[in-house]
């Protein structure tokens, strides 16, 4: 099993659209979980992070299921502006001390008028 | 902007040659990390640096070297060069060394012919 994995769809919305998507990791003893970003030929931006059971900010909503050892991101209201690859990123997933970001392949989704 | 600078933007190289890539970190950052992002795939971490020294290394084979200076720039070396290599090579700095929220640096882009 992959330390991190994501669907990659791509997953093409229309505006004012509702989506979410999946993640899922394998260390059960992870802690923080995050969601970057990423631009087309750009750099990953730290969008989201997730230390309990979720987080929201204004239409982006993380939740956390331990027992299930899943993640997920829900947006809301898609805008033209949130077409990008969505990475999920679990520090340390293998176990390690230092800060290894490991990460998912990413999940591509386009948002059309 | 994370203020982490990266150069060069884009390099072209043959198989079996050598490429030093430059990161300058973000301002009171003292810890750099090194990912390789293969096309349609999520950043692979490579190795991250604390302090001027190694402080954890992702599975990368030994001729991916790097350095850490006192200003806390970086650099990563890449000797005899392979095809697979091609790649976006991302920057990321953070505060601390175990922190998953890290800055990155817009890439650089290798092209191994």
């Known amino acids: 099993r992959k330390e991190v994995e994501q669907d990659p769809g791509p997953f093409n919305v229309p505006e004012g659209a509702t989506v979410a998507f999946n993640c899922t990791y394998s260390?059960?003893?992870?802690?923080?979980f995050f969601w970057y970003r990423q631009d087309c030929r750009k750099e990953p931006k730290l969008l989201m992070s997730v230390y309990s059971s979720g987080n929201e900010d204004g239409r982006f909503t993380a939740q956390l299921n331990r027992a299930s050892q899943y993640i997920s991101l829900l947006i809301r209201d898609s805008k033209l502006s949130d077409s990008a690859t969505y990475l999920c990123v679990v520090p340390n997933a293998g176990g390690t001390s230092y800060g290894k970001l490991t990460f998912g392949q990413g999940t591509i989704l386009t948002v059309h008028p | 902007e994370t203020g982490v600078t990266q150069s060069p933007t884009h390099l072209i190289k043959t198989r079996g040659q050598q490429v030093t890539l430059r990161c300058s970190s973000q301002s009171g950052h003292n810890t750099v990390s090194w990912y390789q992002q293969a096309l349609g795939q999520g950043p692979q971490f490579i190795f991250q640096y604390y302090r001027e020294e190694e402080n954890g290394r992702g599975n990368f084979p030994p001729r991916f070297s790097g350095l850490q200076f006192p200003n806390y720039s970086s650099e990563l070396n890449v000797n005899a060069l392979e095809l697979d290599d091609s790649a976006l090579y991302l920057c990321a700095s953070s505060l601390e060394r175990s922190s998953g929220e890290q800055f990155f640096g817009p890439g650089t882009r290798l092209t191994v012919l």
């Open positions: 260390n059960s003893a992870s802690q923080s």
